[in-house]
Nanobody
Framework: QVQLVESGGGLVQPGGSLRLSCAAA?????????MDWYRQAPGNQRELVAR???????QYTEPVKGRFTISGDNAKNTVYLQMNSLKPEDTAVYYC?????????WGQGTQVTVSS
């Protein structure tokens, strides 16, 4: 069973930056056509933050546009999220997610806390 493993979360002050990483472990996901990042804050539903398609096009939720950048390599099953100008409202557990061969895969989540 392929697992996704995230890293890079932590505590950062407002205005700071973090880079999240996600990679497939214990196997490989074939025909990956979507890689994205979701987040879930306490009491809130999980929401899509950024998405990257196999052709390279990207989408972002409005609150993070201009601050976050998604990148990755479909063939290597790796995806990154560069987060700049972080705000307290960005505090959440961040999950990576990949779709390949009509199957969805989730990571276990990494905590991002933005606080002074």
């Amino acid at each position: 069973q392929v697992q996704l493993v995230e890293s890079g979360g932590g505590l950062v002050q407002p205005g700071g930056s973090l880079r999240l990483s996600c990679a497939a472990a214990s196997g490989r996901i074939f025909s990956t056509n979507v890689m994205d990042w979701y987040r879930q804050a306490p009491g809130n539903q999980r929401e899509l933050v950024a998405r990257m398609f196999s052709g390279g096009s990207t989408q972002y939720t409005e609150p993070v546009k201009g601050r976050f950048t998604i990148s990755g390599d479909n063939a290597k099953n790796t995806v990154y999220l560069q987060m700049n100008s972080l705000k307290p409202e960005d505090t959440a557990v961040y999950y990576c997610h990949m779709i390949g061969a009509n199957r969805a895969y989730w990571g276990q989540g990494t905590q991002v806390t933005v606080s002074s």
